[in-house]
Protein backbone atom coordinates (compact mmCIF):
# COMPACT_ATOMS: atom_id res chain seq x y z
CA UNK A 1 0.00 0.00 0.00
CA UNK A 2 3.03 2.72 0.87
CA UNK A 3 4.07 1.57 -2.42
CA UNK A 4 0.98 2.40 -4.38
CA UNK A 5 1.13 6.05 -2.47
CA UNK A 6 4.72 7.18 -3.02
CA UNK A 7 4.39 6.02 -6.55
CA UNK A 8 0.77 7.86 -6.79
CA UNK A 9 2.88 11.21 -5.02
CA UNK A 10 5.28 10.71 -7.38
CA UNK A 11 2.94 10.52 -10.35
CA UNK A 12 1.56 13.74 -8.75
CA UNK A 13 4.66 16.06 -8.79
CA UNK A 14 5.78 14.63 -12.47
CA UNK A 15 2.36 15.94 -13.45
CA UNK A 16 2.20 18.98 -11.80
CA UNK A 17 5.47 19.74 -13.06
CA UNK A 18 5.00 19.54 -16.57
CA UNK A 19 1.74 20.99 -16.64
CA UNK A 20 3.20 24.23 -15.72
CA UNK A 21 2.23 26.16 -18.57
CA UNK A 22 3.67 29.63 -16.93
CA UNK A 23 1.63 32.41 -17.16
CA UNK A 24 -1.68 32.68 -18.76
CA UNK A 25 -4.09 36.22 -18.50
CA UNK A 26 -6.33 38.22 -20.54
CA UNK A 27 -6.81 41.27 -21.86
CA UNK A 28 -9.71 42.47 -22.44
CA UNK A 29 -9.61 45.50 -25.80
CA UNK A 30 -11.83 47.34 -28.21
CA UNK A 31 -10.17 46.12 -30.97
CA UNK A 32 -8.28 42.87 -32.46
CA UNK A 33 -7.23 44.40 -35.83
CA UNK A 34 -4.31 43.06 -37.23
CA UNK A 35 -4.09 40.20 -34.45
CA UNK A 36 -4.70 36.15 -34.57
CA UNK A 37 -4.36 33.11 -32.56
CA UNK A 38 -0.27 32.45 -32.07
CA UNK A 39 0.40 36.23 -32.84
CA UNK A 40 3.88 36.05 -30.80
CA UNK A 41 4.09 38.09 -27.80
CA UNK A 42 8.08 39.75 -26.85
CA UNK A 43 9.58 40.97 -24.19
CA UNK A 44 12.50 43.03 -24.74
CA UNK A 45 13.23 41.39 -28.08
CA UNK A 46 12.89 37.95 -27.05
CA UNK A 47 9.89 35.62 -27.40
CA UNK A 48 8.05 34.45 -24.66
CA UNK A 49 4.75 33.40 -25.70
CA UNK A 50 1.63 33.81 -28.00
CA UNK A 51 -1.90 34.68 -27.88
CA UNK A 52 -3.95 31.67 -27.38
CA UNK A 53 -7.41 31.94 -28.33
CA UNK A 54 -9.40 35.07 -29.16
CA UNK A 55 -12.98 35.82 -28.44
CA UNK A 56 -15.70 38.29 -28.38
CA UNK A 57 -17.40 39.00 -25.63
CA UNK A 58 -21.11 40.26 -25.36
CA UNK A 59 -19.96 43.79 -24.57
CA UNK A 60 -18.95 43.08 -28.27
CA UNK A 61 -15.78 43.08 -26.72
CA UNK A 62 -12.08 41.48 -27.63
CA UNK A 63 -11.05 38.97 -25.38
CA UNK A 64 -7.01 38.02 -26.08
CA UNK A 65 -6.19 35.15 -23.98
CA UNK A 66 -1.96 35.31 -23.98
CA UNK A 67 -0.50 32.44 -22.75
CA UNK A 68 3.51 33.29 -21.52
CA UNK A 69 6.31 31.20 -20.45
CA UNK A 70 8.43 33.75 -18.00
CA UNK A 71 10.16 33.24 -15.07
CA UNK A 72 10.40 37.48 -13.89
CA UNK A 73 6.73 39.22 -13.62
CA UNK A 74 5.22 41.17 -15.92
CA UNK A 75 4.01 44.65 -14.04
CA UNK A 76 -0.11 44.92 -14.45
CA UNK A 77 0.98 48.10 -15.49
CA UNK A 78 2.48 46.98 -18.39
CA UNK A 79 1.89 48.33 -22.42
CA UNK A 80 0.91 45.93 -24.90
CA UNK A 81 2.25 46.80 -28.41
CA UNK A 82 1.06 45.40 -31.63
CA UNK A 83 3.83 46.19 -34.43
CA UNK A 84 5.16 44.37 -37.30
CA UNK A 85 7.78 41.96 -36.75
CA UNK A 86 8.98 41.56 -40.26
CA UNK A 87 8.75 42.82 -43.59
CA UNK A 88 6.46 40.03 -44.65
CA UNK A 89 3.36 42.00 -42.13
CA UNK A 90 3.80 39.70 -39.91
CA UNK A 91 2.94 41.48 -36.50
CA UNK A 92 3.88 40.50 -32.66
CA UNK A 93 2.81 41.98 -29.07
CA UNK A 94 6.12 43.90 -27.96
CA UNK A 95 5.38 44.20 -23.66
CA UNK A 96 6.66 47.56 -22.56
CA UNK A 97 7.14 47.01 -18.91
CA UNK A 98 5.37 49.19 -16.53
CA UNK A 99 6.53 50.16 -13.05
CA UNK A 100 3.26 49.77 -10.89
CA UNK A 101 4.63 47.06 -8.00
CA UNK A 102 1.70 44.49 -8.71
CA UNK A 103 2.58 41.85 -10.94
CA UNK A 104 -0.41 40.11 -13.57
CA UNK A 105 -1.25 36.82 -11.89
CA UNK A 106 -2.50 33.71 -14.03
CA UNK A 107 -6.28 34.47 -15.07
CA UNK A 108 -5.95 37.85 -14.44
CA UNK A 109 -8.19 40.05 -17.17
CA UNK A 110 -6.60 43.10 -17.99
CA UNK A 111 -8.87 45.79 -19.24
CA UNK A 112 -5.96 47.49 -21.61
CA UNK A 113 -5.50 48.66 -25.18
CA UNK A 114 -3.10 46.72 -27.58
CA UNK A 115 -1.49 49.61 -29.09
CA UNK A 116 -1.28 49.73 -32.80
CA UNK A 117 2.50 50.70 -34.12
CA UNK A 118 2.54 51.51 -37.66
CA UNK A 119 6.22 52.32 -38.24
CA UNK A 120 6.14 54.39 -41.19
CA UNK A 121 9.99 54.45 -41.50
CA UNK A 122 9.44 50.74 -42.79
CA UNK A 123 8.94 50.45 -46.29
CA UNK A 124 6.45 47.85 -47.62
CA UNK A 125 7.88 45.65 -50.61
CA UNK A 126 4.51 45.62 -52.25
CA UNK A 127 4.90 49.40 -52.84
CA UNK A 128 8.55 49.05 -53.40
CA UNK A 129 8.88 47.13 -55.98
CA UNK A 130 6.66 49.21 -58.67
CA UNK A 131 8.79 52.37 -57.33
CA UNK A 132 11.86 50.78 -58.21
CA UNK A 133 10.56 49.55 -61.55
CA UNK A 134 9.41 52.71 -62.74
CA UNK A 135 12.88 54.51 -61.61
CA UNK A 136 14.62 51.78 -63.68
CA UNK A 137 12.11 52.31 -66.53
CA UNK A 138 13.06 56.33 -66.70
CA UNK A 139 16.80 55.55 -67.27
CA UNK A 140 17.70 56.86 -70.29
CA UNK A 141 21.00 55.48 -71.18
CA UNK A 142 22.65 51.77 -70.89
CA UNK A 143 25.54 53.52 -69.18
CA UNK A 144 22.81 54.47 -66.36
CA UNK A 145 21.96 51.13 -66.15
CA UNK A 146 25.19 49.46 -66.14
CA UNK A 147 26.32 51.94 -63.29
CA UNK A 148 23.82 50.78 -61.22
CA UNK A 149 23.85 47.18 -61.55
CA UNK A 150 27.43 47.66 -60.29
CA UNK A 151 26.19 49.60 -57.45
CA UNK A 152 23.26 47.20 -56.83
CA UNK A 153 26.18 44.24 -57.27
CA UNK A 154 28.72 46.23 -54.51
CA UNK A 155 25.77 46.52 -52.11
CA UNK A 156 24.47 43.38 -52.05
CA UNK A 157 28.17 42.26 -51.19
CA UNK A 158 28.65 44.65 -48.21
CA UNK A 159 25.37 42.90 -47.32
CA UNK A 160 26.71 39.33 -47.63
CA UNK A 161 29.93 40.75 -45.84
CA UNK A 162 27.57 41.80 -42.87
CA UNK A 163 25.76 39.06 -42.50
CA UNK A 164 28.78 36.97 -42.35
CA UNK A 165 30.25 39.36 -39.77
CA UNK A 166 27.13 38.14 -37.33
Excluded: W
Excluded at 72 to 91: A, C, N, T, Y
Excluded at 153 to 163: H, T, V, Y
Amino acid sequence: MLKYIVLLLGFLSITTACSNVGLQFYILTDSAEGLSKNTKILVNGLEVGNVSRLSLTKEHKILVRVQVALKDPISIDSKFLLQPLDHRGEKAIFVQSGVYPQDIQSGDTLRSQIYQVNLGSQISYDSFLPRLENFLNTLDSQDQCDSLLIEIRRLNERLDQIKEAD
